[in-house]
């Protein structure tokens, strides 16, 4: 059964610094997403992207974050400037039209 | 926007006890509705969803949920629980049309053998 992939699984960084998380989205999907959970907390949507572009993001999703499909199967978050605050797991997902998010197994970030 | 509340944060039962974890959601139009489990040391999956049609809805593993358009709710049930079923599971919604799932801040559920 195809799965969305994401690395690193782990990831340490300073604050300050950029990150660039990575997805591999199942391969016949149209739409991506990113979610991320802080611990304790719910799981909150941050953005989803469809033919190239943002389709819809959370008012997280602020100018600090940005996301691409560099090629046909990669789909890249990157925070350009990592805070304290940003310390959480992030999920990417993928889905067809109107059908069920596939969720990847999450990148734990933790800013120092 | 839509949310989610989901109670009893934590659950523990034991084994061929009976489940039942609710799930309330706001949202005024159409929603699609799901509950997603994480097992320990798993990603999210998808445990069943409710898009249209009869309300009953049946998932993997003996689960069913019960979409109650009145009650805004669409609670999680499981007859007889196993040891293999302690996992997170996370009830969300996705408003007709909209991109985000809501997410419930799910239930911990432990099964003793």
């Known amino acids: 059964e195809p799965e969305v992939t994401q690395t690193p699984s782990h990831q340490v960084t300073q604050m300050g610094q950029e990150v660039i998380l990575r997805c591999v989205p199942i391969s016949n999907h149209l739409y991506f997403y990113w979610y991320r959970q802080i611990l304790g907390q719910k799981v909150e949507f941050l953005v989803s992207f469809y033919n190239n572009e943002i389709s819809e993001k959370s008012e997280i999703f602020d100018d600090q974050f940005s996301v691409e499909r560099p090629d046909g199967s990669n789909f890249t978050l990157k925070i350009r400037s990592t805070k304290l605050e940003d310390s959480a797991m992030y999920f990417c997902a993928s889905s067809g039209v109107l059908s069920t998010q596939y969720f990847g197994p999450g990148t734990r970030l933790l800013v120092l | 926007a839509q949310s989610v509340s989901q109670h009893n944060h934590h659950v523990i039962l034991s084994e061929a006890a009976s489940l039942e974890l609710g799930c309330n959601y706001s949202y005024g139009g159409t929603v699609n509705l799901f509950w997603y489990v994480q097992y320990p040391g798993q990603h999210l999956q998808l445990l069943l969803k409710?898009?249209?049609?009869?309300?009953l809805v049946k998932g993997i593993k003996g689960f069913e949920a019960e979409f109650i358009k009145s009650k805004f709710s669409f609670n999680l049930r499981k007859p007889s629980v196993q040891w293999s079923d302690t996992a997170e599971y996370f009830c969300?919604?996705?408003?007709?049309?909209?991109?985000?799932?809501?997410f419930g801040k799910g239930n911990q559920v432990v099964v003793i053998p």
């Open positions: 409710y898009f249209s049609g009869d309300p």
């Open positions: 969300a919604v996705k408003g007709y049309g909209n991109n985000r799932l809501a």
